[in-house]
């Protein structure tokens, strides 16, 4: 029996397609300075920046666990009027550019905000252009990757074992915690993999909203950005570094969590 | 004998209504019977409370459990109802013994408490030695005692199984029913077994209670359902000929121009029940004894066991078993003319 060859018609777009995706990587490691790349990555501003990067990505996603986790819940499994409008308002951040998502932050949260205003006045907590500035920008755009992965995990699920843990005697909140969870953890993980990655790449609204102060709220992609404009060579190590980092932790991350799906 | 549970399910859905009363003492074993969409599964979710009543009550013990017009409700979680759902859903993260440890674990049991509990109900199934194994590591059979197991943990005073042999092949299901009907023998509380296998019923119930179409049509002990059906549903279940008519004379009409003779005394509304091995089958019309004759067209000839069975249509609907030298001799092909007859001492009449 002959073998039936796939029709170049798709062959030549989808290897056009890889060759576009990979070049530009290829381009950063051909060009990155290798015999200065030592002394270099040791410089103290880099370290701050991949240091506050790490940290504010970090902080961002569990933030974006604690509160997207639950909303993607109610998404899939409480019906109630307007659930579709809420859906949809949720993934507006993803839709959003995030430039738009840094004024309307400001626009809330500033010193003049809706509700930055109150915050500054009673708790004397002042958000914009500090690091906690930057996990709330980081938060807001990388969050409905979170709640996206885990909602279509928890439709997934057979909800049945829910049923399963009640005639056990679990109420609502252990039968989340003991069965739901668990049942969902590969989802909620690689959910938690893409939302970190999001916030860790994040440019627009952090630029925006918390502005660009190395050691605090100068994140790796604003200090690439900020390179760029002063010193190729030093743009280019801190992509590369970037590009490293990302491609570690994802890789780490896969083979623990989401393969064993 | 005082009812353990004592519950009238009605659940409206528009499209269907479910309305049934049932009563299962201590000790008791209840199979719920009935065809396809039913109502079987709707009145087992309606029990633990998965579903709600439209109206009716739950009594369970001295606890009222739902009354919807009294609005007396209680939540699937508070109710001490264990439940064996058709496809188990064990929980597949969790190992057999933490399935099973899982209720006592909700119930207030403390963690090495509840393990040991488990691993005791794990080794009555006979798993003992499976206890670490997850779900997908275990057979249909496994898988099935650790649902038991799971649900017997909690010592539920109301024990449902949904269909609790159906998602096992011919073998196992032989083995896992003998074993099953030693554990609801120990089980004290009430039994409720929602089954569409006749055999299932006959051989793990105490009590049968047939559904149809949402409604009990017939209950009693396996002896009465099975000699005396009174729909054709249950009387295909247990393997009979079924017919109803109006009786006189020491005979039942069951269709224009054809009387059956009975033995049994019964006059007007009633039914007539005979075996299809009571059916004789002739290419000419018989002389003598037999008093019930008719002619009928075959319909169709099937293996049944050692036998044929054929399939008869004319005044009567009629399933005749017949050996296979004897379908030979006829040379039954479908669309033949045969002549049927049944003795009257054969048939089993009974009032509608």
């Known amino acids: ?261 | 004998m005082t009812d353990l549970l004592d519950a009238r399910l009605v659940v409206d859905r528009g499209t269907f209504r479910l309305d049934v009363h049932l009563r299962i003492a201590a000790g008791e074993v209840l199979a719920l019977l009935g065809p396809n969409g039913a109502g079987k599964t709707t009145a087992m979710r309606a029990l633990a409370g998965l579903e709600p009543l439209t109206a009716g009550h739950v009594r369970l013990g001295e606890r009222e459990l739902d009354r919807p017009d009294a609005r007396v409700w209680t939540p699937t979680e508070r109710r001490p109802i264990g439940v064996v759902f058709q496809d188990y859903l064990l929980f597949p993260h969790l190992s057999a013994l933490d399935n099973v440890a899982f209720g006592p674990r909700r119930h207030g049991v403390d963690k090495r408490k509840a393990r040991a509990e488990a691993a005791d109900w794990l080794a009555r199934v006979g798993l003992a030695e499976f206890a670490k194994r997850k779900p997908r590591q275990l057979s249909g059979g496994q898988a099935q005692r650790v649902a038991l197991a799971r649900a017997l943990a909690t010592h539920p005073e109301l024990l449902l199984l949904d269909e609790p042999l159906a998602a096992l092949d011919a073998r196992t299901r032989l083995d896992t029913r003998v074993e099953l009907q030693r554990h609801l023998a120990e089980h004290p509380g009430a039994t409720l077994l929602v089954t569409h296998d006749p055999l299932d019923a006959l051989v793990l119930a105490d009590r049968l209670v047939v559904i149809e179409h949402g409604a009990v049509v017939q209950e009693g002990d396996a002896a009465a359902v099975t000699a005396r059906p009174r729909t054709d549903y249950v009387a295909r279940l247990v393997g009979l000929n079924l017919y109803r008519g109006h009786a006189a004379d020491g005979g039942v009409r069951v269709a224009d121009g054809l009387t059956l003779a009975v033995t049994d005394r019964v006059s007007g509304e009633a039914f007539v029940a005979f075996r299809p091995s009571a059916v004789a089958i002739f290419s000419e019309r018989p002389e003598g004894s037999p008093r019930n004759v008719w002619q009928a067209t075959v319909a169709g000839v099937q293996r049944h066991g050692d036998n044929l069975r054929v399939g008869l249509q004319g005044p009567i609907e009629a399933a005749a078993d017949i050996t296979p030298p004897a379908a030979a001799e006829l040379g039954l092909t479908a669309g033949q003319r045969v002549w049927a007859a049944v003795k009257a001492t054969e048939t089993n009449a009974y009032p509608a």
């Open chain 1, 1 to 261: 029996m002959r073998r039936r060859r796939a029709p170049l018609a798709l062959i030549v777009p989808a290897l056009l397609g890889l060759l576009f995706l990979i070049l530009p990587l290829v381009g950063l490691l051909y060009r990155t300075p290798w015999t200065t790349l030592p002394s270099r990555l040791t410089e103290p501003g880099i370290l701050t920046a991949l240091r506050l990067s790490l940290l504010t990505a970090t902080v961002a996603t569990l933030g974006c666990l604690v509160l997207g986790v639950p909303l993607a819940w109610l998404l899939a499994r409480v019906s109630f009027p307007g659930r579709r409008l809420v859906r949809a308002l949720v993934t507006v951040p993803l839709v959003l550019p995030p430039v738009v998502g840094g004024v309307a932050l400001l626009l809330v949260f500033g010193r003049r905000g809706l509700i930055g205003e109150w915050l500054d006045s009673t708790f004397g907590i002042t958000l914009p252009f500090t690091t906690a500035g930057v996990i709330v920008a980081e938060a807001f755009v990388a969050m409905p990757f979170l709640i996206i992965a885990v909602e279509g995990a928890l439709r997934g699920a057979d909800a049945r074992y829910e049923e399963a843990a009640a005639t056990l005697g679990a109420g609502r909140w252990t039968t989340f915690t003991r069965v739901t969870l668990p049942l969902v953890a590969p989802g909620v993980a690689a959910g938690a993999v893409l939302c970190w990655a999001r916030a860790l790449g994040e440019f627009g609204a952090t630029i925006t909203f918390a502005g660009n102060f190395p050691g605090k709220t100068q994140t790796m992609p604003l200090a690439v950005y900020l390179a760029l404009e002063t010193d190729l060579q030093a743009a280019i190590v801190l992509s590369l570094l970037l590009l490293f980092v990302s491609v570690v932790i994802l890789a780490s991350l896969r083979d623990k969590w989401i393969s064993s799906a």
